[in-house]
């Protein structure tokens, strides 16, 4: 049976495209008050940046940064189901061949420094939603996702989280400078140290 679950981008070039969620059972949702919350934070930011979006689902976020004019966006999903539903919004989304949303199927931990390897000399913006670790398998999830980031190079980092997970001051370069919190779900925004 079809799933009939759908998103709708609402600011940009995209306004009113519907983009179709996975199951619910195996991917969550970014909720529309959170997204808001995060397009009106980077604002300033997303103009020309590569815009990536780790556990991506069906690519909501990374749509919606290339909708108000990031130059790329990429999101990368790892269960199979949600990839195909995330390669079928970007298909719609990217016109003429222009791949400007690049849906990827594979792991987050082994993509994502790739990504920022080719696109070294860009603006680069990573939002990080893993599955909340009280579910089954991703206990750890936010220890796992804090020692890849240790390692990357990228300007701004934006991490969706349990709202009872505390986050790190610092990891690696980034230093945490805003959280916003949401009921269960808190946004916490690391800059780059310089």
Request: proline share 3%; aromatic share 10%; glycine share 8%.
């Amino acid at each position: 049976m079809k799933n009939n679950l759908t998103t709708t981008i609402t600011s940009g070039k995209f306004k009113g495209k519907k983009l179709s969620l996975p199951s619910l059972s195996t991917t969550r949702s970014t909720k529309s008050i959170v997204k808001e919350s995060v397009f009106n934070s980077l604002q300033g930011e997303i103009y020309g940046s590569v815009f990536i979006e780790l556990f991506g689902g069906s690519g909501l976020m990374a749509a919606t940064a290339v909708s108000n004019y990031a130059k790329k966006g990429y999101a990368i999903e790892l269960d199979r189901a949600a990839f195909n539903s995330l390669r079928e919004n970007f298909s719609r989304l990217n016109d003429d061949g222009n791949e400007i949303l690049v849906a990827l199927h594979g792991d987050t931990f082994e993509l994502t420094p790739k990504i920022l390897v080719q696109n070294i000399e860009q603006k680069t913006i990573l939002y990080a939603d893993p599955p909340f670790d009280i579910r089954d398998g991703f206990s750890g999830i936010y220890e796992k996702l804090y020692k890849m980031l240790e390692k990357l190079e990228a300007n701004i980092v934006v991490i969706e989280h349990i709202s009872s997970h505390k986050p790190s001051q610092n990891i690696g370069k980034f230093a945490l400078y805003k959280s916003r919190k949401f009921g269960n779900t808190t946004l916490s925004y690391y800059t780059k140290c310089i």
